[in-house]
């Protein structure tokens, strides 16, 4: 039975369950909605609580399995918390959690969770997790996206009895937030209660939210990826100020940027060559929100332009590896804004008569 984090509290309330498994990488959504099962357990007895972390090869899941058979002398109820970091149980760990989901049905003494992280299609489609989510609950823990991410502070503000000014004014202090703790939910929300530490219940002004929110934002070349194709050139600008300042590896920005635009060229040419969009894109493994984006900026991207493209990643590998490209910028990190910007304003949604943004030297 698969829940959604947003449902968990309606579901609770319906009633619990024996077996919950989440799996999702936001640590703060994760926590919240494990908090929400555990103390709707602990208000029905389940005083108990024993937590194991398979954490190697040689965790011994024997462990757990007598676990879930065995109580203390002070406890009618127990929760026995199984968390697997690496989403891979093993051989041994597969086994384990079938049995502990089988197990659990009928069972009103023990409650068995399981933590994990984002699990890919493939995991997913494995005997143990078919298990969990047969006998249990499964509940997929997804991330905010970006755009959702105003809206998301705005609500988060809402349950303290503070909110942003109505119309523009407000808008922008929600999008001047969300850039400071894009991609850091955990320290999104610590911010956010800071807030209702400074300022009593109301009305926020863009100069409170200024002063008090520091900038606690960090990116990965996964959502980098993810602006460049939605055309965000400003938000590509930061997120590579960000990436170089965390001392990320230049080369594996490239080749993000680069697997791209060679995603983009193999689709455009098997759909020339008759395949289905829909098929040319899981073909190249292309799903979620990068396949909404390829489906909206493909039809704008002529060949010559992906040949271009691919033309200049080979620059620009050649600078990240120090040797110097005619016409191009000899630092690796420049390069990289270059090409970055190069597909970028491909990828930008305007009018007709609007004209392409320019990239100042």
């Not at 069972?107 to 399981?114: C, E, I, M, R």
């Not at 999104?188 to 800071?194: L, V, Y």
């Not at 990116?219 to 990320?248: H, I, N, T, W």
């Not at 493994?285 to 704008?300: A, K, M, Q, T, Y």
Request: proline share 4%; hydrophobic share 45%; glycine share 8%.
């Amino acid at each position: 039975m698969q829940v959604g984090a947003a449902q968990i509290a309606q579901h609770l309330q319906r009633g619990l369950k024996s077996l919950y498994a989440l799996h999702g990488d936001d640590a703060l959504l994760v926590q919240e909605a494990a908090d929400a099962i555990r103390a709707a357990a602990r208000a029905q007895g389940y005083t108990e609580r024993t937590v194991h972390t398979a954490s190697g090869a040689n965790f011994d899941w024997s462990e757990v399995l007598a676990a879930g058979g065995s109580l203390s002398l002070f406890a009618e109820r127990q929760i026995v918390e199984v968390r697997v970091p690496s989403g891979k149980p093993g051989k041994d760990g597969s086994v384990a959690l079938q049995r502990m989901a089988e197990a659990a049905q009928g069972n009103d003494s023990t409650l068995t969770l399981v933590l994990l992280p984002r699990l890919d299609k493939a995991t997913q489609s494995a005997a143990w997790f078919a298990a969990l989510d047969s006998f249990g609950v499964t509940v997929k823990v997804d991330p905010v996206e970006r755009a959702a991410l105003p809206q998301w502070i705005a609500q988060r503000l809402a349950r303290q009895d503070q909110r942003v000014a109505a119309g523009d004014e407000g808008q922008r202090t929600l999008q001047f937030f969300a850039d400071r703790v894009e991609g850091n939910l955990l320290a999104a929300h610590q911010e956010i209660q800071k807030l209702a530490l400074l300022f009593p219940p109301g009305e926020l002004g863009f100069d409170q939210v200024e002063s008090a929110v520091l900038n606690v934002a960090r990116y990965d070349v996964f959502k980098l990826s993810e602006a460049v194709l939605a055309g965000q050139v400003a938000r590509m600008q930061r997120m590579l100020d960000g990436l170089q300042a965390e001392g990320e590896a230049a080369v594996l920005v490239l080749h993000t940027l680069s697997e791209d635009i060679r995603a983009l060229q193999r689709v455009k040419q098997a759909v020339a060559g008759g395949r289905p969009l829909p098929v040319a894109l899981r073909e190249q493994r292309i799903w979620g929100v990068r396949e909404r984006l390829f489906e909206r900026v493909l039809p704008r991207l002529t060949p010559m332009v992906l040949d271009n493209l691919l033309h200049a990643t080979h620059a620009v590998d050649g600078i990240v590896k120090g040797v110097k490209v005619a016409d191009w910028p000899a630092d690796g990190w420049q390069a990289l804004h270059r090409l970055a910007f190069m597909l970028c304003r491909e990828c930008v949604v305007r009018q007709e008569s609007a004209p392409r943004p320019r990239m100042t030297a």
